[in-house]
């Protein structure tokens, strides 16, 4: 009774100051006169004196995600009886619609456009006469797409109509790009019809729920339609995991399992989490498919830098829009973890910002691994142009050690981006690094002074890549470099990996041309300028050798006499070779020396002794004698 009591003098004095101030409105009369009315005054005794509040209960959280979820799942097994009620009311809508403005219906304009869109696509496609490879089939589609759009600009159609008409072409055109690409790609043709009813059966999909809104059908039937829509795209994926699959029975299993756990996702409303275990799922083949149609675009580039920057880019834009659809979806969606925890959304979004950093390096790497890769293979074709040869040489040389540090760095700033997306502070692990770089430098003074003595070495152009060297004990051919090191390969096999600390001055016998010389002995009695004519007419067949010839730079020739030795006179011959070829060169001037002086009837010196029995019988008795007569001249004078 003390809050009626209170209405009434608040009453009583509103109408005082109102009396004093304006004249009193009629409802307010009203209101004191039923105030005063006796059953309504005895109603009011008998009311209870304090009535207590609705408990309301604050939902957060988990709470409220179970019980939205609830909501949604009861409305939309509430809403599957009325779809084919509400579909068929939908389609009544949109053929009234476009009856209304005196139109035909849109399934006979449906097909009409589509009528000339083939034959647009018929005329481009005969005027090309080229065999249809996959650039001359999205080329097709093209036409037909501009053909059609010009027609549906051309005329002004109902609203409802015109939505209904063009989602209906972008779908048929999305359909037929995909069917394009599906089939350059290199999947079995189970496979490819498999792929080919999921993704017709998700445009359709797509289709409709784009269509609920603008023909006014209800959001619950348009949740249903897309649940019933989701069991059919399940069931076509599981049975053709199950079907098609080469993997074993628990992989197909567990791939099954894998599906079935991200469209249950989808179901609870967890759009976040259903987007990434679609893109787990899927990634992988979308991108290796990306990357065998663009190969199939362009079959003539294998190594190209178009080629390369086609795959790459097509695959990082995939991830991209991946990771841009992912993030849309994050921010979009109630229910996600992201909007929980500042901390969890930094890092979140910080993940899949890091995710572009990284695919931006990966494409410059590769970038520039291509380019090096392909300087590396171009073959240095005969000696002819000396310059053009060291200029093929150094490059090959220096290429690989710039291709190492390239690849440290761009994965030293690829790190630190995708450390200060992630919130870390990068500038007091600059700073640590340095300090921690000065240390590592006095600490390891050998490693520094093998990296600087490589430096010095490549500026002098000491070596290169393929030559012959030899520096201390060490011989063979260069093989690469690292930052440190060299990599030797012995004429016999073994490999040297000789740091460049290590190998002071160095020898390089393969540098623009050789000088080789070699000996021949041949008897005291032979005939010295035979031997030099046929020495050079053995180098004149030598240079006229189409496969010997091109590897002389001066013909052999035979120096003269240079000794003689204990059996025969010792003859010097020397000839110029390019580097590395003339130890083949000398085996075959060897073996045509051979055959040439044995037709000439020079002989070869070789080791004798020649013993005499009688002589040394008569030289034995002229000692004996000798020595007898010494011996009494001896007596006699002592």
Known sequence: MKWI???????????????QEAPRPQKVDDLVHLLQDPEVRSWLEKAPTSVAPPVTYQVDGLAAWEATTRGRIDAILAAIPG??????????????????????????IFLALTAIGLLAERLFARSRRREGNLQDRLLSIGVFTAAMGAVFFAF??????????LVALLSLVAYRVVAALLDVADLKPPVRRRVKAFLGVMIIAIAFAILGRPSSVEAATSQAISFCFSILLLVLAVEGIIDTSERSGRARVALSLCIVGTWLLWCVGLRGLFWIGVYAL?????????????S???????????KILLVRGVRAIVVAAAVAWLALVWRLDPNSLVHSDPAVSAISYGLLKSVVVLLLADLAWHLAKSWIDRRLAIRIEGASDASQAARQGRLRTLLPIFRNVLAVAVAVVAGLSVLAELGVEIGPLIAGAGIFGVALGFGSQTLVKDVISGVFYMLDDAFRVGEYIQAKSYKGTVEGFSLRSVRLRHHRGPVFTVPFGELGAVENMSRDWVIDKFRVN???????????????????????????????IQPLKMKGVEEFGDYGIVLSFAMTTVPGMQTYIRRKAYAKIREA??????????????????????????ASAIRTAQVKAAGAEG
């Open 83 to 108: 779809i084919p009620s509400e579909t068929m009311a939908a389609a009544a809508r949109i053929r009234a619609d476009a009856l209304s403005h005196g139109g035909p219906p849109v399934f006979l």
């Open 522 to 552: 041949v008897s005291y009695d032979a005939d010295i300028e035979k031997a030099r004519k046929i020495a050079k007419k053995i180098g004149a067949e030598l240079l006229a050798d189409p496969e010997l010839g091109p590897l002389f």
């Open 5 to 19: 009591a209170a209405i009434l003098i608040l009453l009583s004095t509103s109408v005082g100051l109102s009396a």
């Open 597 to 622: 002086f044995r037709e000439n009837g020079i002989e070869f010196a070789t080791p004798s002794v020649q013993v005499g029995n009688d002589d040394r019988d008569a030289a034995a008795a002229a």
């Open 296 to 306: 199939a675009a362009f079959p003539a580039e294998p190594d190209s830098l178009r």
């Open 156 to 165: 002004n159609l109902p609203p409802l109509a015109r939505i209904a008409l």
């Open 282 to 294: 899927t990634l992988p083949y979308l991108l290796r498919f990306v990357g065998r149609a663009v």
